[in-house]
DNA sequence: TAATAAATTCACGAAATTTTCACGGGATTT
DNA sequence: AAATCCCGTGAAAATTTCGTGAATTTATTA
């Protein structure tokens, strides 16, 4: 059991990490929403404790922003009580609240009841294999041979690009406006650095990524 | 992908008409509410990104009158960033929003999340298929009785470019506007070395591309 | 803030591709 | 049939492209 803990102090999520690691669980911690989102971008969770105010970035906002990729079950931990705020945090996309100041039983339970509620329609994960490469895009690893890759950042992000368009010829330019995104304004041969790199990770399975001359590159199995 | 803009503001659906467009994508645009519930009554389109403040009908009004015939995924456009525009936008039928000032990028990934919601239409790719001469232009593929045809880029271009305009006579002035580009000021006859190489690599398939005297080539199965 | 990691730019050189061009043979016209 | 025109071809020259390594800038972490 994994689980997130976004809060802005640090004694809430003290006690909080306490009591899950207590009882078996692993957890890891972000101070605000942004790095709640960054977190959630690189790492799987089982569950995600969401408070609602934090600086850079808050709950709400975090859960919205995390739900375009992800499904992760969220409890929000709310200073205020008012419904408005319990409704709200519905609609955008959280599973169970908890009104602070709450108790670490509590809690528990709601993690538990999330987790449940959660396990009974797990999604397969997205694991590609092709040969000895293996590419697992929700738990976000990548190994070779059995030997787990360590990719970059913009590593992953381009391989997870290339598999999903496996068999399609795909320009630099479109590259760069869907890995690096439209506001991108470099240099077109950034491209080719990061393949460069990749290439150099996937070892023997380089040779999935063909270049083409005079276009760009293609995942071929 | 079929979008309609809908934004009293030019500037603003220029703007992400030349984005969508860029990618791909089809554009339709409404200047007000009434002129976009009629375009939709009139077509059918993948998504709608609807600004709330618009003269004649607004947003909101606007979403609701399309909901009676039509379940097309909705984008609020929102230059107020409350919390009520939003929940209110939630009710009204909307599956999103993006407040202004919004990044294309923002935006295109909206786009790409409701549309995937809505069940992502996977399409066939173009196979051409000539007796034994196979063209896949996404994966960008040629094969020759199943034996793989390794291309030059121009070879690609030009044998796409024939295969697309099958049947049609075409000049070496249009053979070069097209596929080499209108800032290309060479030789006629560079032409007819590529026309060489390609019916090289076509084999016995080269008697597709015919040629006519006097005039330039045709690709005629 | 310093230290570290990652992303980006860029120029070199090898290799692939494109272009030019002239020769020769077949088709077309006179 | 001769003259002319047009295309197929091969080969050399010119150009483009890509992989790479190193330098630089930017972001992240301690």
Redesign the pocket.
């Known amino acids: 059991m994994k689980v997130l803990i976004v809060d802005d102090e640090e004694m809430i999520r003290d006690v909080l990490r306490e009591y899950i690691e207590f009882e078996g669980g692993e957890t890891d911690e972000a101070q605000d929403g942004m ?1 709640a989102v ?1 977190k959630c971008r ?1 790492n799987r969770y089982d569950v995600i404790l969401m408070d609602i105010m934090m600086p850079k970035l808050d709950g709400f906002s975090a859960v919205k922003e995390i739900r375009k990729f992800s499904d992760t079950p969220v409890i929000m931990l709310s200073a205020r009580s008012e419904e408005y705020d319990k409704l709200f945090g519905f609609e955008i996309g959280s599973d169970d609240y908890v009104t602070k100041p709450f108790s670490p039983k509590e809690v528990m339970a709601r993690i538990h009841a999330v987790i449940k509620r959660a396990g009974g329609e797990k999604k397969p994960r997205d694991i590609y294999e092709f040969e000895g490469l293996k590419i697992d895009m929700v738990g976000r690893n990548v190994t070779v041979d059995g030997e787990r890759a ?6 992953y ?1 381009l391989l997870f690009y290339f598999v999903e368009n496996a068999g399609v010829a795909l320009t ?1 330019e479109r590259l760069l406006n869907q890995v ?1 995104g439209y506001d ?7 491209v ?6 990749l ?2 990770n996937l070892k023997e399975y380089r040779k999935f990524i063909v ?7 293609k995942f071929e199995v």
Chains 1, 2 share one sequence.
């Open positions: 790095e960054k690189e360590e990719l970059t950042p913009k590593e992000e630099r690096w991108f304004y470099g240099d077109d041969r950034t080719d650095t990061h393949v460069k790199m290439r150099g270049t083409l001359r005079g276009l760009g590159y």
